[in-house]
Protein backbone atom coordinates (compact mmCIF):
# COMPACT_ATOMS: atom_id res chain seq x y z
CA UNK A 1 0.00 0.00 0.00
CA UNK A 2 1.34 3.27 -0.77
CA UNK A 3 1.49 6.18 1.98
CA UNK A 4 -0.51 9.20 1.69
CA UNK A 5 2.90 11.16 1.76
CA UNK A 6 3.44 9.40 -1.07
CA UNK A 7 0.14 9.94 -3.31
CA UNK A 8 0.55 13.53 -2.33
CA UNK A 9 4.40 13.37 -3.82
CA UNK A 10 3.19 11.82 -6.91
CA UNK A 11 -0.13 14.14 -7.20
CA UNK A 12 2.29 17.12 -6.66
CA UNK A 13 4.86 15.92 -8.90
CA UNK A 14 2.36 14.70 -11.12
CA UNK A 15 1.06 18.47 -11.34
CA UNK A 16 4.40 19.81 -11.75
CA UNK A 17 5.95 17.45 -14.88
CA UNK A 18 2.09 18.41 -16.74
CA UNK A 19 2.71 22.47 -15.97
CA UNK A 20 6.43 21.67 -17.39
CA UNK A 21 5.52 19.93 -20.47
CA UNK A 22 2.99 23.21 -21.21
CA UNK A 23 6.13 25.05 -20.41
CA UNK A 24 8.52 22.90 -22.92
CA UNK A 25 5.36 23.55 -25.56
CA UNK A 26 5.38 27.84 -24.90
CA UNK A 27 9.57 27.80 -24.87
CA UNK A 28 9.63 25.73 -28.69
CA UNK A 29 6.76 28.04 -29.99
CA UNK A 30 8.47 30.92 -30.58
CA UNK A 31 11.48 28.99 -31.62
CA UNK A 32 9.11 26.50 -34.56
CA UNK A 33 10.13 29.08 -37.05
CA UNK A 34 14.07 28.49 -36.74
CA UNK A 35 13.55 25.24 -36.18
CA UNK A 36 11.63 24.62 -38.84
CA UNK A 37 13.58 26.66 -41.27
CA UNK A 38 16.71 24.84 -39.76
CA UNK A 39 14.97 21.41 -40.90
CA UNK A 40 13.95 22.68 -44.18
CA UNK A 41 17.47 23.54 -45.02
CA UNK A 42 18.86 19.74 -43.68
CA UNK A 43 15.62 18.56 -45.71
CA UNK A 44 17.37 20.35 -49.03
CA UNK A 45 21.07 19.03 -48.26
CA UNK A 46 19.52 15.35 -47.87
CA UNK A 47 17.36 15.76 -51.03
CA UNK A 48 20.65 16.86 -53.01
CA UNK A 49 22.49 14.24 -51.56
CA UNK A 50 20.14 11.48 -52.31
CA UNK A 51 19.68 12.50 -56.25
CA UNK A 52 23.65 12.57 -56.26
CA UNK A 53 23.96 9.34 -55.24
CA UNK A 54 21.03 8.42 -56.92
CA UNK A 55 22.46 9.76 -60.34
CA UNK A 56 25.79 7.57 -59.46
CA UNK A 57 24.22 4.20 -58.99
CA UNK A 58 25.00 1.92 -61.38
CA UNK A 59 23.64 -1.97 -61.85
CA UNK A 60 27.36 -2.96 -60.60
CA UNK A 61 26.87 -0.45 -57.36
CA UNK A 62 27.75 -2.22 -53.97
CA UNK A 63 24.68 -3.35 -51.72
CA UNK A 64 26.94 -1.04 -49.37
CA UNK A 65 26.01 1.90 -51.63
CA UNK A 66 22.30 0.85 -52.08
CA UNK A 67 22.10 1.05 -48.40
CA UNK A 68 23.39 4.16 -48.04
CA UNK A 69 20.70 5.51 -50.31
CA UNK A 70 18.17 3.80 -48.83
CA UNK A 71 19.44 5.23 -45.29
CA UNK A 72 19.38 8.70 -47.05
CA UNK A 73 16.05 8.17 -48.16
CA UNK A 74 14.38 7.51 -44.64
CA UNK A 75 16.76 10.12 -43.28
CA UNK A 76 15.00 12.53 -45.92
CA UNK A 77 11.40 11.08 -45.09
CA UNK A 78 11.96 11.55 -41.55
CA UNK A 79 12.75 15.52 -42.37
CA UNK A 80 9.28 15.92 -44.10
CA UNK A 81 7.53 14.72 -41.02
CA UNK A 82 6.66 17.37 -38.61
CA UNK A 83 8.96 16.40 -35.09
CA UNK A 84 6.55 13.14 -33.54
CA UNK A 85 7.91 14.31 -30.31
CA UNK A 86 6.81 17.89 -30.59
CA UNK A 87 3.23 16.19 -31.55
CA UNK A 88 2.70 12.82 -29.64
CA UNK A 89 5.49 13.34 -27.31
CA UNK A 90 3.85 16.37 -25.91
CA UNK A 91 0.53 14.93 -25.72
CA UNK A 92 1.09 11.44 -24.07
CA UNK A 93 3.29 12.90 -21.49
CA UNK A 94 0.77 15.65 -20.80
CA UNK A 95 -1.69 13.20 -20.87
CA UNK A 96 0.01 10.47 -18.37
CA UNK A 97 0.42 13.15 -15.89
CA UNK A 98 -2.56 14.55 -16.09
CA UNK A 99 -4.07 10.84 -15.26
CA UNK A 100 -1.65 10.65 -12.60
CA UNK A 101 -3.45 13.81 -11.31
CA UNK A 102 -6.70 12.14 -11.38
CA UNK A 103 -5.96 8.84 -9.77
CA UNK A 104 -3.72 10.48 -7.14
CA UNK A 105 -6.96 12.91 -6.37
CA UNK A 106 -8.96 10.33 -6.06
CA UNK A 107 -6.97 8.18 -4.01
CA UNK A 108 -6.43 11.11 -1.43
CA UNK A 109 -9.87 12.18 -1.77
CA UNK A 110 -12.44 8.65 -1.89
CA UNK A 111 -11.20 5.72 0.63
CA UNK A 112 -13.11 3.90 -2.27
CA UNK A 113 -10.51 4.34 -4.53
CA UNK A 114 -7.46 3.34 -1.70
CA UNK A 115 -7.14 0.21 -3.60
CA UNK A 116 -4.22 -1.72 -5.32
CA UNK A 117 -5.54 -1.16 -8.66
CA UNK A 118 -5.94 3.01 -8.25
CA UNK A 119 -2.26 2.60 -6.90
CA UNK A 120 -0.89 0.39 -9.84
CA UNK A 121 -3.03 3.00 -11.92
CA UNK A 122 -0.87 5.30 -10.81
CA UNK A 123 2.52 3.99 -10.47
CA UNK A 124 1.62 3.20 -14.47
CA UNK A 125 0.61 6.83 -15.36
CA UNK A 126 3.19 8.62 -13.11
CA UNK A 127 6.85 6.79 -14.16
CA UNK A 128 6.11 6.25 -17.83
CA UNK A 129 5.07 10.05 -17.82
CA UNK A 130 8.84 10.84 -16.57
CA UNK A 131 10.54 8.85 -18.68
CA UNK A 132 8.67 10.19 -21.43
CA UNK A 133 8.68 13.79 -20.19
CA UNK A 134 12.96 12.89 -19.95
CA UNK A 135 13.16 11.83 -23.58
CA UNK A 136 10.95 14.91 -24.92
CA UNK A 137 12.90 17.41 -23.06
CA UNK A 138 16.36 15.97 -23.98
CA UNK A 139 14.83 15.79 -28.37
CA UNK A 140 13.67 19.34 -27.50
CA UNK A 141 17.17 20.38 -25.90
CA UNK A 142 19.16 18.95 -28.77
CA UNK A 143 16.44 20.50 -31.30
CA UNK A 144 17.04 24.07 -29.67
CA UNK A 145 20.65 23.93 -29.79
CA UNK A 146 21.50 22.82 -32.87
CA UNK A 147 19.00 26.02 -34.01
CA UNK A 148 21.05 28.09 -31.51
CA UNK A 149 24.27 26.71 -32.79
CA UNK A 150 23.43 27.35 -36.61
CA UNK A 151 22.11 31.10 -35.93
CA UNK A 152 25.98 31.60 -34.02
CA UNK A 153 27.51 30.21 -36.82
CA UNK A 154 25.54 32.10 -38.91
CA UNK A 155 26.33 35.27 -36.96
CA UNK A 156 30.43 34.49 -36.90
CA UNK A 157 29.81 34.16 -40.99
CA UNK A 158 28.57 38.11 -40.75
CA UNK A 159 30.89 38.72 -38.57
CA UNK A 160 34.31 37.71 -40.85
CA UNK A 161 32.47 39.25 -43.86
CA UNK A 162 32.20 42.55 -42.16
CA UNK A 163 35.52 42.69 -40.81
CA UNK A 164 37.17 41.57 -44.05
CA UNK A 165 35.24 44.45 -45.96
CA UNK A 166 36.71 47.17 -43.75
Known amino acids: MLS ?10 SITGAGLV ?5 LVTPLSHRIFTERAKILDSK ?24 KLSKER ?3 KIFPRYLGAGIAVTFALYMCSVV ?13 LNTEIDIILTFWPA ?4 M ?11 QSMKKEFEEIKEKQKRVKSDK
Do not use: H, P
Not at 4 to 13: C, F, G, I, P, W
Open 22 to 26: LAIYA
Open 77 to 79: EQM
Open 47 to 70: IEEFEKQRCELTLDSSEKEIKQLQ
Open 103 to 115: FSSFWLLYTDFRT
Open 130 to 133: NTLF
Open 135 to 145: VVGVLVTFEVF
Open 4 to 13: EAVVSTVLQA
